[in-house]
């Protein structure tokens, strides 16, 4: 394919003498012939490269000391910026331009500071850097505009066009070409049509739209002079490869056979020739014209494009030979050619002919599931590239002139739609903050009204207590007079009057009566305590009753007269919360509550085997949250374990004595 915009037409903006001057001293003639010059000998081929450089290096010093006005002498300038770029001298070429482009926008230089920006845009472009490349090219057109210099304007945009073109944003490539083309068109510029109608068809041809990439060739072709050969045989080879993508094999044989016979094109244009050759072995083995020793034509030309180091040529061979081999059904070599033309274009970093590769070893390999998904990975990161690329533009395209003008009229509207947005922000937080106040005032009567609920619970269970003093006191002294009083009569009335009797029965009958008073101490005991044990059982009853959820709640704590009522509600909160929320998301089978006590501090454990989460207390909800809030109220301290599918372990401890 042809370079976008021949570099011959980006250079006959300047024409070079070919002079033989070897002496670097300037001749005792006028000022601006002086500078003139050392231009012509910064471009003159005939001499070393070191030697060019330094006429540019003088030159500008000299131009210093002449008392040219501003913009003569910024005119000279920017002749030595050109000439260190087609040096390919950039740290100069960016010196001097970037010292262009600071002084003509003291001065109001606006041709020359057009043209610094774009030749700021060959250098991106040379460089490989598009979106920099785009913005220089856009920026000077935004000056040529203001100055109406439509010619310049239209070269620019072809260029645009081609910098979108290898960004993929093949819209606006393909609306600034043509109106390139309009302008080129109207002013007769055939040279310049010639390129646009070539830049165009590769555009399209990319696109796979092989009728107007057909159709634009042979426009471009047909404005070729009969003597230029080289740039002939360029156009029928891409005519060529055309009709090979519309399966045209014979039409596409035509072509390519006279690229083939240009006498000479192996040495002046040797990447030309050897993708031509492969393009006429390819499209004979299709069209059945050759049938024997296309391998071993495929394989030669492989050596011959080696041997140039053409490596897009070297991949495109090894893809056409896939699908030789794979027509001759030698499925180990074509995955091994294909394999070859995946790593060479990794290699490349050419990220079309990755997509090519992937896909012809999806097509010849179809049983292995890598080639898609990763043919999908690099279609999708190649999307989300040419998504950014889109908006990068856009945003440089929303700085010219025609988008500030727009805006300028939108202004007003704007401020109003500002203060409408300000007004609507205002109402909203408003309301959002109403909201919240109200919400939080329901939440606190909510929370009284727990806490009388729980009071009201835990006043019952005093009451219960109490009740159940009365009835062990009663049945203690009942069971003391009935039962261990007689007894311990009948002991000691028998030790009275059995003055050398055995003993022994007496002393296993008052080992009774001991068993008897113990007994009745530990039942009065465990019906005493005044605990949060039963609130919570009946908690848990209520809670886990329609659900396949095992508890089991573990009471070892007999302080529980030390522990506040605030406190107790709070656990009960606590519990409730944390039940709610194995409930809810665990997917648990079992859970345990205990209390216990360690080193004078209260400990609640609540534990269950459900899926459980990964970042331990890290992690987020307004269950946690609230359980976190409630343990900061007592003075307590939380700790949470979990790990997936190992469940979750809450562990609060608080203080005993300083919840009295």
């Known amino acids: ?231 002939l045989a360029t156009s029928d080879n891409n005519i060529g490869h055309e009709f090979l993508k519309i399966k045209n094999y014979y039409k596409a044989t035509l072509y390519l056979e006279k690229v083939i016979k240009v006498k000479g094109l192996i040495v002046d244009d040797p990447q030309l020739y050897g993708r031509a ?152 937080l408003t309301i959002y903050f109403y909201l919240k106040q109200h919400f939080k005032l329901n939440n606190l009567e909510k929370e009284q009204e727990f806490r009388d609920e729980v009071r009201g619970i835990l006043e019952n269970e005093k009451v219960n207590i109490q009740k159940a003093k009365k009835t062990v006191n009663s049945n203690l002294s009942k069971e003391l007079h009935d039962n261990i009083l007689s007894k311990l009569f009948g002991v000691r009335y028998n030790l009275e009057v059995r003055e050398n009797a055995d003993n022994n029965i007496f002393i296993e009958t008052l080992k009774e009566i001991e068993n008897e008073i113990r007994d009745i101490s530990h039942e009065l005991k465990s019906k005493s305590d005044s605990n949060l044990s039963k609130t919570v059982d009946k908690l848990l009853k209520k809670s886990f009753l329609s659900s396949n959820i095992n508890y089991q709640l573990l009471n070892n704590f007999d302080k529980w007269n030390l522990i506040s009522e605030d406190v107790k509600i709070n656990l009960y909160r606590i519990i409730q919360e944390a039940i709610t929320n194995i409930a809810k998301h665990s997917r648990a089978n079992s859970v345990t509550i205990s209390f216990n006590e360690v080193d004078n501090d209260f400990i609640l454990e609540i534990e269950d085997d459900g899926v459980g989460f990964s970042n331990g207390p890290n992690k987020k909800g307004i269950g946690i949250s609230n359980i976190k809030d409630r343990v900061k109220e007592i003075d307590g301290i939380l700790d949470i374990f979990s790990e997936n599918n190992k469940g979750i372990k809450l562990t609060i401890k608080t203080p005993i004595n300083a919840n009295t």
């Open 277 to 428: 050759k492969d393009n006429l072995t390819h499209a004979k083995f299709k069209n059945d014209l050759l049938t024997e020793g296309v391998e071993k034509e495929f394989i030669d030309n492989y050596y011959f494009k080696q041997s140039i180091k053409d490596t897009a040529g070297i991949i495109a061979n090894r893809l056409l030979i896939t699908e030789l081999y794979k027509h001759q059904k030698r499925k180990d070599k074509a995955i091994e050619t294909a394999s070859t033309a995946l790593s060479l274009s990794n290699l490349s970093g050419n990220n079309t002919l990755r997509l090519k590769s992937y896909l012809m070893l999806m097509d010849v390999d179809s049983n292995n599931n890598k080639y898609s998904r990763n043919y999908i990975a690099l279609k999708d990161s190649i999307d989300l590239r040419d998504r950014k690329v889109k908006n990068k533009l856009a945003r440089i395209r929303m700085e010219t002139d025609e988008y500030m003008s727009k805006a300028e009229v939108l202004e007003e509207k704007n401020y109003m739609l500002i203060i409408t947005i300000i007004t609507l922000l205002l109402l909203i």
């Open 1 to 231: 394919m042809k370079l976008p915009i021949s570099f011959f037409l980006i250079f006959i903006l300047f024409i070079s003498c070919n002079n033989n001057y070897k002496s670097k001293d300037a001749p005792q003639i006028s000022e601006i012939d002086s500078i003139n010059y050392y231009i012509t000998q910064s471009r003159n081929d005939t001499i070393s490269i070191e030697d060019r450089t330094i006429y540019i290096v003088d030159g500008i010093e000299k131009l210093e000391n002449y008392r040219f006005n501003d913009s003569i002498s910024n005119s000279f300038k920017i002749k030595f910026s050109y000439s260190a770029y087609k040096l390919n001298d950039f740290p100069l070429f960016n010196k001097i331009t970037n010292e262009i482009i600071d002084h003509s926008k003291l001065i109001n230089d606006t041709l020359v500071l057009a043209k610094a920006y774009k030749y700021k845009g060959y250098y991106f472009l040379n460089k490989g850097v598009g979106i920099k490349a785009y913005s220089s090219f856009n920026t000077s057109n935004k000056l040529l505009l203001a100055i109406k210099d439509t010619i310049s304007y239209a070269k620019n945009l072809a260029f645009l066009s081609c910098v979108q073109k290898d960004l993929h944003q093949y819209n606006g490539a393909e609306n600034d070409m043509f109106e390139a083309i309009k302008i080129f068109s109207d002013n007769n510029m055939d040279d310049w049509l010639e390129s646009c109608y070539n830049d165009l068809a590769n555009l399209y041809s990319e696109k796979t739209e092989s009728e107007n990439a057909m159709k634009f060739f042979l426009k471009s072709k047909s404005l070729i002079a009969s003597d230029d050969i080289l740039s």
